[in-house]
């Protein structure tokens, strides 16, 4: 049960904004810093006082509440069985998911120290790979989302929005994950990445573009904004307005241009080995994009430059693309019945060790099974574990990117009634399952008598399917 979790979030975030008219220290940090108290009440920003008992002596008054601190990270217990707050002297934005629940906290120190800014740990209400900060208010601000601006840091997100610039967004501590851009792509047809200008910015910038290219279907849209060294959102909206930041917005670098422009400048387009060697930097890039139109493009500027046809990497080994059965795609809000049980497991891990017949996934045999099987061993084998960590635990294999879109994929459930549906989920597997065995067997017999054992299986199947035929 995840609701004591969110209800001692709630009164977390009530204590830190207590405490934070009650500061004039922090109340002075964040006028120096340009917020005013209307934009810190309309993001519900607190403060955590600089002590080590504060949330533990005002909530952990009894073992349940002590536990539910513990496990969202705003205690750490001792080996000694004390404990004391993990966020100490620091701002507090708290962080919401997409109905609205505070989920975890970012806290940004006061005064010079280590980390500048330090963020709940994961959970299994808390996943820094799929979460952003300021996305619940961009949806509630705006009623369409044309674009969002994605920045790299809290107090960035905040400014914009005293602003007026409501359609800003950060991650949380990490580098953008296909599954951030999954999520944005789905709210808005246009992603703009807003880095500082200098080496550091444009590392970030590139790996932002290569974790997108993948994502980029017809329709959709990346730029990227590079603002003066040393000057980031924050600055430059109070130094120029929110006119002057949407006009940088709107004079974004596309994603073509920022690509060849990095590559260009990589070669040298003066020989002949240099526009050879431009052809094996980027067409991997282009390549990585699913067939559209964007692709296709972007080949035939590659040929521009280059002077030669450029043809996918496929292709120019001699295999035939044409041939290639398609990949069914999945519709918004559906999935076939094996993603949507590994979806709700990876989302859900707690449901590894609830189920009424656990036998279930071991027997089933159908593809994606053994993914199945791993996630739900690996949550039974640790009650704590979270959902990025399961996802991580495919980083080395093909389907990292799937298990990605599977983790933050809306299944629009109320809690009390996930564990049935992951049961039923099951269940149609396992009768998926017995179907293709009976049919098998069924044209089996036709051709040739059946081995004893394989008639005793053959009748018992049909009785199943008989009954089950009933019950419906």
Known sequence: DKQPLYDILEQAIILFQQELKNSERAIDYLKQRGLSGEIAKRLNIGYAPDGWNFLGGKLGTSPEQKTSLSKKGLIIEKDDGKNYDRFRDRIMFPIADQRGRIIGFGGRVIDKGEPKYLNSPENSVFHKVYELYGLYQAKQALRTIERIIVVEGYMDVVALSQFEVTNAVATLGTATTRTHLQRLFRLAPEIVFCFDGDRAGRDAAWKAMQVAMPEMQDGRQLGFLFLPQGEDPDTVVRAEGAEGIRERIEQAMPLDQFLFETLTARVDMTRMDGKARLVSLAR???????????????????????????????????????????????????????????????????????????????????????????????????PEITTARLVEGFRESNVHGYMEMLASHPHYLKEQVTQKHFEDTLAKLEELQNDERRLLLLVKARQHPLQPEEKQELLSLLDRKRAHMEVK
Request: hydrophobic residues 35%; proline residues 7%.
């Open 284 to 382: 991997p890039l282009i390549d990585s994009m699913p067939e559209c139109a964007l692709r296709q493009l972007m080949r035939d500027r590659l040929s521009s430059l280059t002077g030669v046809r450029v043809e996918s990497s496929s292709d120019a080994t001699g295999s035939d693309t044409r041939r290639r059965p398609k990949r069914r795609e999945v519709a918004p809000g559906q999935l076939s019945p094996m993603a949507g049980a590994i979806s709700l497991l990876l989302q859900n891990p707690s449901l590894a060790s609830r189920l009424e017949r656990p036998e279930v996934i071991g027997n089933l045999k159908v593809q994606g099974a053994e993914h199945l099987q791993q996630i739900a061993e690996r949550a039974a084998a640790d």
